[in-house]
């Protein structure tokens, strides 16, 4: 297929710095749990994406200074020879893949408590008020610069430029994007209260900036395009900083005349250090979200610009593009849910994109330091180690035996899609509901998460276009129908549910809700999915500590319930601290008047009447329902009853029967996929019921390459 001409601006060619792009699609830095010590798992996120079709592709933040370690966050380093050469590595499969190489630099200021090293010298631009540049109190503070710390600092900025040119970069942004690194502080009046010639007016506030780039660019020659990431706006209070911060309609647009003439291209984004605002998720904001910080900035600069704000659809693209908003289509979780987004654009495969759903999983992989994860996206983080590329798949040996998936939730629709791409015969997915998707039909009806229907419209679309893959509505199967089917592989992805009791993870101890109030004890399932009446007085009790409990306080406080969300935990709906969606979970719940309670028992007082117990208080509710937000349990019944007939199978020319997904454990959508998606990828190995070993990227003692290649017995004793 060719372009169409609705999408050809996305693909004209533009010129940054001393380079062309080949198309408008930028793959902006982000960071992926990997850093630059495990190179070739780098290499393999950011060589798919080129690969892809994006025309720049970006590594991640890099530190450039042993002062601002960000340990125990695994990012990139710029620091030595070493970081050169393990660059060099990535750069070149960037670009072998057809993409321009882009890294960022950033002097954070910020020092984490576990920096590697010891005796660091972390700096900040001055202090007293806005000495905010600590990631935790504890640490300590920062030291305030001086005249010698400022050329240090410009000198530390040169250094990790011309490294970044031996390694071969094209472009090299300089991060002043979410109020965290040096420049950005020089530029805020907030956290620059000084009254030298680095502070007060805007002239002043971009002398650093402007001497430091001057200095790369006598140092570092032509050859590479330089830009900077800048935080547009530092938005209004509490959540900004108001009239101390830099504003797009107040300084910015000075800010952008100022440097204009000693960069090559801009990046903008909103400048405050909460980066869930610029990464927000789809809870809060539709694509372009950042817009209203952003437009119109384009007047104040001769050079190209790039947006970003969770854009997935290309006519959106299209739109923004020829708005004269931006002339680059930034993305990070566009590129991670589908790293072949511009190939598949320009092949007019549209429908094929597999669409972000903006849940931030990713996000919160590298908040807590974990390699990169994708619900979309199995592969995601998986290219070096597993091997795994999106779009390509080999042919299964054992394809000529017919499956049988059970359950067409996240799991099932997973595997059944990856298996009819490695070109089984015979795929029949059964689903005793009327519609694929399983527990995504309802949980997309919690507030602020109907983006995550596309994990079911992205898949249905995928099954459709799959001769080999047959999808078959309404039924249900017992052990001995699924033995006697005909299938020679069985696959169980029957999912999991919510218990109206269990034990409570905090102290092991049964919940004991259920057993005093029975039926006015509710499930999430009776709640979303079956609209069971709810009395006017609730009581959510949370004890899975993501977006469920305060989902469901939600949906219902807006129902006009009188709600209170205790939980056990320290915080509500701890695991969205990572998704970076707390502040504004909190803030909706406030504003709804739901009584949130942290650290907090739930236990039985009276006939309709709970007592609400924390370390220091007591309280008693009444109320007309409890929504027990509790454990989950997997529905492995049905694998259950095929193993018992294990004996049966030969009979019936069964020769594997596996399970998938929740009916395993229970975990986030993204396992769930990850499950289907590894054992349709692994189905022809010797046992697929185990993982194959991947490649653990290490220092290994006399090692050879050999040693780094799937399968190798360096790799091979996990299990
Ligand atoms: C997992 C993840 C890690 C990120 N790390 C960085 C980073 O290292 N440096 C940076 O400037 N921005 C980082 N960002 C922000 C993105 O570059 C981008 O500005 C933001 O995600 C909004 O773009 P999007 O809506 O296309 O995701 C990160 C984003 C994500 C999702
Ligand atoms: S994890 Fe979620 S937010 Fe992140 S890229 Fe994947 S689908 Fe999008």
Not at 267 to 285: K, L
Not at 562 to 581: C, D, K, N, P, S
């Given at each position: 297929m060719t372009l169409s001409d609705r999408y050809s601006i996305l693909?004209?060619?533009?010129?940054?710095?001393?380079?062309?792009?080949?198309?408008?699609?930028?793959?902006?830095?982000?960071?992926?749990?990997?850093?630059?010590?495990?190179?070739?798992?780098?290499?393999?996120?950011?060589?798919?994406?080129?690969?892809?079709?994006?025309?720049?592709?970006?590594?991640?933040?890099?530190?450039?200074?042993?002062?601002?370690?960000?340990?125990?966050?695994?990012?990139?380093?710029?620091?030595?020879e070493g970081d050169v050469r393990n660059q060099r590595f990535v750069v070149d499969e960037i670009r072998r893949n057809g993409a321009l190489a882009g890294i960022e630099l950033e002097y954070n200021v910020s020092v984490n408590p576990m920096a590697e090293g010891r005796g660091l010298q972390p700096k900040m631009?001055?202090?007293?008020?806005?000495?905010?540049?600590?990631?935790?109190?504890?640490?300590?503070?920062?030291?305030?610069?001086?005249?010698?710390?400022?050329?240090?600092?410009?000198?530390?900025?040169?250094?990790?430029?011309?490294?970044?040119?031996?390694?071969?970069?094209?472009?090299?942004?300089?991060?002043?994007?979410?109020?965290?690194?040096?420049?950005?502080?020089?530029?805020?009046?907030?956290?620059?209260?000084?009254?030298?010639?680095?502070?007060?007016?805007?002239e002043n506030r971009t002398r650093f900036a402007r001497e430091m780039l001057q200095a790369v660019r006598d140092a570092v020659g032509p050859g590479i395009a330089f830009g900077l990431r800048l935080g547009v706006d530092t938005l209004d209070e509490p959540i900004g900083l108001g009239d101390r911060g830099l504003r797009s309609d107040g300084d910015t647009p000075e800010v952008i005349k100022q440097l204009d003439d000693l960069v090559d291209y801009w990046?903008?984004?909103?400048?405050?250090?909460?980066?869930?605002?610029?990464?927000?998720?789809?809870?809060?904001?539709?694509?372009?979200?950042?817009?209203?910080?952003?437009?119109?900035?384009?007047?104040?600069?001769?050079?190209?610009?790039?947006?970003?704000?969770?854009?997935?659809?290309?006519?959106?693209?299209?739109?923004?593009?020829?708005?004269?908003?931006?002339?680059?289509?930034?993305?990070?979780?566009?590129?991670?849910?589908?790293?072949?987004?511009?190939?598949?654009?320009?092949?007019?495969?549209?429908?094929?994109?597999?669409?972000?759903i903006g849940c931030n999983i990713c996000v919160s992989r590298d908040m807590i330091s974990m390699p990169l994860q994708c619900t979309q996206n199995a592969t995601a983080g998986e290219e070096f180690r597993r091997g795994w590329n999106p779009e390509n798949f080999t042919p299964a040996k054992n394809r000529d035996e017919p499956v049988l998936i059970i359950g067409a939730g996240p799991a099932g629709m997973e595997c059944a899609m990856i298996l009819g791409k490695r070109g089984f015969e015979n795929v029949h997915l059964v689903e005793k509901d009327s519609k694929i998707g399983g527990s995504i039909n309802w949980v997309s009806n919690i507030p602020g998460r109907h983006e995550w229907?596309?994990?079911?419209?992205?898949?249905?679309?995928?099954?459709?276009q799959l001769d080999n893959v047959e999808v078959i509505l309404n039924t249900e199967f017992t052990a001995e129908e699924a033995l006697e089917y005909g299938a020679g592989i069985i696959i169980a992805a029957t999912g999991s549910h919510y218990m109206r009791n269990g034990i409570d993870p905090y102290n092991r101890l049964p919940i004991?809700?259920?057993?005093?109030?029975?039926?006015?004890?509710?499930?999430?399932e009776q709640v979303v999915r079956d609209g069971v009446e709810v009395g006017k007085?609730?009581?959510?009790?949370?004890?899975?500590?993501?977006?469920?409990?305060?989902?469901?306080?939600?949906?219902?406080?807006?129902?006009?319930?009188?709600?209170?969300?205790?939980?056990?935990?320290?915080?509500?709906?701890?695991?969205?601290?990572?998704?970076?969606?707390?502040?504004?979970?909190?803030?909706?719940?406030?504003?709804l008047g739901v009584k949130l309670r942290t650290e907090t028992s739930v236990i039985p007082a009276g006939d309709s009447k709970v007592a609400l117990v924390s370390p220091d208080w007591q309280e008693e509710f009444e109320f007309d329902n409890i929504v027990l937000v509790g454990p989950r349990t997997s529905d492995n019944g049905l694998f259950k009853g095929l193993l018992d007939r294990r004996n049966e199978w030969a009979e019936n020319d069964v020769s594997m029967v596996h399970r998938i997904g929740d009916s395993v454990r229970p975990h986030f959508i993204a396992e769930a996929i990850f499950s289907g998606h590894r054992l349709a990828r692994e189905i022809d190995s010797e046992n697929p019921a185990k993982p194959l070993p991947f490649i653990r990227e290490r220092r290994i003692i006399d090692a050879t390459p050999e040693d780094y290649q799937l399968g190798a017995k360096a790799l091979s004793s996990i299990y």
């Open positions: 693909f004209e060619p533009i010129k940054v710095g001393p380079h062309t792009a080949k198309n408008r699609f930028w793959s902006t830095p982000h960071a992926i749990g990997y850093g630059i010590d495990n190179v070739a798992s780098q290499a393999g996120v950011r060589s798919t994406r080129a690969a892809g079709g994006w025309g720049v592709v970006f590594t991640e933040a890099n530190t450039i200074s042993p002062d601002m370690d960000k340990t125990p966050f695994k990012m990139s380093r710029m620091w030595d631009v001055s202090g007293g008020i806005g000495d905010s540049g600590l990631s935790v109190a504890y640490a300590g503070t920062l030291l305030e610069l001086d005249r010698e710390g400022i050329e240090e600092i410009k000198q530390i900025y040169v250094s990790a430029a011309l490294r970044a040119r031996d390694a071969g970069f094209d472009l090299v942004t300089f991060h002043a994007g979410h109020a965290a690194s040096i420049i950005a502080h020089f530029l805020i009046p907030y956290y620059n209260t000084r009254t030298d010639e680095y502070g007060g007016s805007v990046d903008f984004v909103p400048g405050v250090v909460d980066w869930g605002i610029d990464a927000q998720s789809s809870r809060t904001v539709a694509e372009n979200h950042e817009k209203k910080w952003v437009d119109g900035l384009k007047a104040f600069t001769t050079k190209p610009v790039v947006n970003v704000g969770r854009f997935n659809s290309p006519d959106t693209m299209v739109e923004v593009l020829k708005s004269g908003q931006c002339d680059f289509i930034g993305a990070a979780r566009a590129g991670i849910a589908d790293p072949y987004l511009p190939e598949k654009v320009r092949t007019n495969n549209i429908g094929d994109i597999r669409e972000c229907r596309r994990l079911v419209e992205y898949r249905e679309l995928q099954l459709s004991g809700l259920d057993p005093v109030y029975g039926e006015r004890v509710l499930t999430p007085r609730v009581v959510v009790v949370d004890y899975d500590g993501y977006f469920m409990g305060p989902g469901i306080a939600e949906m219902l406080a807006k129902r006009g319930c009188e709600v209170v969300l205790a939980t056990r935990g320290e915080h509500i709906g701890e695991y969205q601290r990572y998704t970076l969606e707390i502040s504004h979970t909190l803030r909706d719940l406030r504003d």
